[in-house]
């Protein structure tokens, strides 16, 4: 039976409290950085046997201990003991139970401060390029449902109210603008997420001559760290991670509320598809939107996230402490919730059912061709404020005759101006209206399919990089 003495626990003549021990230790939720932490270890143990300091036959016997550990992990025979504390003692424990004395040698001039740190920086930037692809998939879908339904038109809104014809194409690919800014910002933060730690020690770097650069290198990591200090105390690079989650979740959130007004038959645009739907235990009518509300509702859970990852950094002196433990459950959490919004939300999309026919039948409410009288105007020579007082009378009198303004005579439109001319009619046509919106990123046609080539090539650029 191997010793339950702990690896720090020297100086200690008593043993650790029992409610002590459950309340610090990490083990039952850091041994999901295990992979991390044996990838961390390996690029140690070769730096270390590269540099002299341990031998070659040491490390060899390191890196086979480390092996057998990760197929005990993965086969689930791994004893995780929580008297060992974490993840990292409990691998290193067990190296040591495999390998003899070559594995107490592991550790050589590494604290498990800078090597927590660099377990965490390889999970979470694994996590951020899975978030990447799953983005990009996302995008793919917005894409090719915007792609079929390029001359499909809705009313674009402003404060939930009637405003300007817009395609159905040009909505969706305002969604694929957010989330691919989403994925810069994820490529962003991986910049900062990609240094190495290794080398920092506890706090002040160590006497071992040690090659951080050649570590960072076998981990692929392109920088190193500059200030020890730092190195093992700081987890901004956790602070922006989840801050990129809390992005993510608000466009998801925000689409989720479209999803849900559109899914109502008030408004009827959409037919939800029943893997993404629930039911009601006494109605039997309903189809509720339930996966597309519970995603709204789990974006605040995120925000949670980062405001528990603020509060526990903001008052932390220099440099290690323990509250730092803290850090990866918020973040293991808004990773789980990311990552399973965003797959959900292209499954959702992907299949729902867009119903062109109401979305045409809720043009005709609103006067939302008004603009278009407007313009029209002002582009003969009317001052544009004018312009907007006579379109505005026109508005008032139509919904007084509960009619439309494209309903309205020729003559009685010359009424409030005699600058209209026949052609008015198809400048209030609601597609005409659409289609002269041509300037770059307009709903106008040709503008929608820049926006789609666009998107293409940005995709396209993202699978050969």
């Known amino acids: 039976m191997p010793s339950r003495k702990k690896m720090w626990g020297a100086r200690f003549a008593a043993k650790t409290a029992s409610l002590v021990e459950e309340y610090t230790a990490s083990v039952g939720f850091d041994q999901k950085l295990h992979a991390e932490d044996i990838q961390g270890s390996l690029a140690h143990a070769r730096m270390l046997a590269k540099q002299g300091i341990i031998s070659r036959e040491d490390a060899d016997k390191i890196q086979d201990g480390l092996k057998k550990i990760q197929k005990e992990i993965q086969g689930g025979t791994f004893e995780w003991r929580r008297d060992l504390e974490d993840v990292h003692t409990n691998i290193e424990a067990r190296l040591t139970e495999i390998i003899g004395p070559a594995g107490a040698k592991l550790h050589t001039g590494r604290s498990r401060n800078d090597q927590v740190v660099l377990d965490f920086r390889l999970y979470t ?29 809705l009313p674009g809104l402003t404060h939930l109210q009637p405003a300007q014809p817009v395609s159905l194409a040009h909505h969706l690919l305002a969604y694929a603008q957010m989330f691919r800014r989403d994925f810069g910002r994820a490529q962003d933060c991986l910049k900062r997420v990609r240094v190495s730690p290794l080398g920092a020690a506890a706090l002040a770097g160590t006497t071992h001559a040690l090659d951080p650069k050649e570590a960072a290198k076998d981990l692929g990591f392109p920088e190193i760290f500059k200030n020890s200090m730092d190195a093992v105390s700081d987890r901004d690079f956790v602070l922006e991670a989840v801050f990129t989650g809390c992005v993510i979740m608000a466009h998801l959130s925000r689409l989720c509320t479209e999803i849900i007004l559109w899914a109502n038959p008030q408004f009827g645009y959409i037919a939800l598809p029943d893997a993404f739907a629930t039911g009601s235990s006494i109605m039997p009518q309903k189809k509720n939107p339930d996966p597309a509300e519970l995603m709204r509702g789990k974006t605040g859970r995120v ?27 918020p973040f293991f959490d808004t990773d789980k919730t990311v990552r399973s919004s965003l797959e959900i939300m292209a499954g959702m999309l992907g299949q729902l059912t867009f119903r062109p026919e109401r979305m045409q039948k809720a043009l005709g409410l609103g006067f939302i061709n008004a603009t278009e009288l407007a313009d029209y105007l002002a582009a003969k020579g009317l001052p544009f404020r004018d312009a907007h007082a006579i379109a505005g ?16 005579s020729l003559a009685r439109l010359r ?8 052609d008015v009619f198809e400048v209030l046509s609601h597609r005409s209206a659409a289609a002269r919106r041509e300037t770059p990123g307009g709903t106008g046609p040709r503008a929608v399919k820049d926006q789609l080539n666009a998107i293409a090539a940005w995709l396209e650029g993202r699978r050969s990089s």
């Open 303 to 329: 925000y949670g996230d980062l405001t528990a990852l603020l509060t526990m950094v903001k008052g932390l002196p220099l440099a290690y402490n323990r509250d730092l433990q803290e850090d990866k459950e």
């Open 125 to 153: 930037a694994k996590r951020l390029v899975q978030w990447q692809d799953l983005l990009k998939g996302l995008i793919q879908v917005l894409a090719a449902r915007a792609e079929e339904h390029q001359d499909t038109l």
């Open 393 to 408: 009378q026109a508005v008032s009198y139509a919904e007084k005759k509960g009619k439309a303004l494209e309903d309205l």
């Open 415 to 422: 009424e409030f101006s005699s600058l209209v001319e026949p």
